[in-house]
């Protein structure tokens, strides 16, 4: 599986972002998909997941409240909406899948990364 993320900016305090995580190849059925983030000079960050039949979703604490993981299975694409940003959710944001049933919030659990993109937020 190929992962392609984007949708990340420069915005200010307050602003929304969605950013999209694209399968390029094979399918995002039946894998779950989560969201990581890692600012500079710090670890990488869990932020959100969802099962592959999107009944079941997992959020960083960090993020709970602000943020929305979804996915469309017909466009083979994980959304992550994030609303109320702070400046402090500036980092590269990577999206990742598993196929594995059962998962923790480790990036260890998950096997296939894409590339990133960068969300800077300003105060």
């Known amino acids: 599986v190929q992962l392609q993320a984007s949708g990340g900016g420069l915005v200010q305090a307050g602003d929304s972002l969605r950013l999209s995580c694209q399968a390029s190849?094979?399918?995002?059925?039946?894998?779950?998909a989560a969201w990581f983030r890692q600012a500079p000079g710090k670890e990488r960050e869990f932020v959100a997941a969802i099962n592959w039949r999107g009944s079941s979703r997992n959020y960083g604490r960090a993020v709970k409240g602000r943020f929305t993981i979804s996915r469309n299975i017909d466009q083979n694409t994980v959304y992550l909406h994030a609303n109320n940003l702070k400046p402090e959710d500036t980092a590269i944001y990577y999206c990742?899948?598993?196929?594995?049933?059962?998962?923790?919030?480790?990036?260890?659990?998950?096997?296939?990364w894409g590339q990133g993109t960068q969300v800077t937020v300003s105060s």
């Open positions: 190849e094979g399918p995002l059925d039946y894998v779950a």
């Open positions: 990742a899948t598993t196929p594995r049933q059962r998962y923790t919030d480790s990036p260890a659990d998950f096997t296939y």
